[in-house]
């Protein structure tokens, strides 16, 4: 069948692969020509309450099943995907929730996107964590390493920072639309890593960036022209790294509140860097000096 749903009363067979059908099945004598399955189309639901969020593609989908199966509402699969998704199946049919193998046409309208990857969750969001109450659970920690982000909204932007952040053991990201990390287009740039990174809800991000102060981290931002060299730079243990739209930068008011300017040297040739790209290299140099 093209749409699978639990059964109450009936045990499955674990071993048995859920797209296929059982001996039993097979073994029944008809008179009926044999049709072959074929996806159907489903009733897609043109909106998703606040609480929740779509994800797609296959490394994103994964993790997240990993990590916290339980916010899987509904599966929306491909033919070709589904032997790769067997026990998420399995999983949700066991839970009495709905998966559908349906084809790529009725993928993209689900997913509202053509880079679905052949597979398509309806997943409960990650509650929303303050940086304040960031701040409090993490309070006896001697390294760690938040980033701020001062208007950066682009979703592929924001979700290749957060799988540098997930690479780079950070905890959090500043930011005051924590849900933009978890749309379907960030969380697949993010390849699985928006699992390991929260947003840190906050709505003045200057009052914000005091409190971290306060909290015992140094505030670092970035600039294409002035700063010390980020690799003649020693980055204290913790860290708030500011990063902000790519053509304007970081407000004035956040700007005067770092303790330390860095500068990615480089050639010249170009004005900047792509806000994802130098965030990864700070990152990566604050991770190889707390080694």
Same mark, same amino acid.
């Given at each position: ?77 491909? =033919? ?6 067997? =026990? ?55 390294? =760690? ?23 780079? =053991? ?122």
């Amino acid at each position: 069948m093209s749409q699978h749903r639990a059964k109450s009363g009936k045990t499955a067979n674990p071993l048995q692969k859920p797209w296929t059908k059982t001996d039993k099945t097979a073994n029944v004598k008809s008179n009926r020509k044999e049709v072959q399955a074929k996806p159907q189309q489903v009733k897609i639901a043109k909106s998703v309450q606040d609480n929740e969020t779509k994800v797609y593609s296959a490394n994103a989908c994964r993790v997240l099943f990993q990590q916290r199966p339980e916010s899987v509402i509904r599966l929306y699969v491909s =033919d070709k995907m589904a032997p790769k998704f067997a =026990d998420v199946m399995k999983y949700l049919a066991a839970t009495k929730k709905a998966y559908h193998i349906v084809d790529d046409a009725e993928l993209e309208k689900v997913a509202a996107s053509g880079h679905h990857g052949g597979v398509v969750m309806l997943v409960k969001r990650k509650p929303t964590v303050t940086l304040a109450q960031y701040l409090q659970q993490n309070s006896r920690k001697r390294q =760690d390493c938040l980033l701020a982000l001062d208007g950066v909204g682009n979703a592929h932007n924001l979700g290749a920072i957060t799988r540098s952040c997930a690479h780079f =053991d950070v905890g959090g990201i500043i930011i005051k639309q924590p849900e933009l990390l978890q749309s379907g287009a960030a969380l697949r740039t993010a390849e699985g890593g928006g699992e390991f990174v929260d947003g840190l809800a906050c709505d003045n991000l200057p009052l914000a960036l005091k409190l971290c102060k306060e909290a015992g981290y140094t505030l670092i931002t970035t600039s294409s022209h002035g700063g010390t060299s980020l690799y003649q730079s020693t980055l204290p243990a913790k860290v708030v790294i500011v990063f902000g739209e790519e053509m304007f930068g970081v407000s004035k008011n956040v700007a005067q509140s770092a303790d330390i300017a860095l500068q990615i040297p480089g050639s010249g040739k170009v004005e900047s860097l792509n806000v994802s790209v130098a965030a990864s290299l700070i990152l990566g140099e604050w991770y190889r000096q707390q080694l």
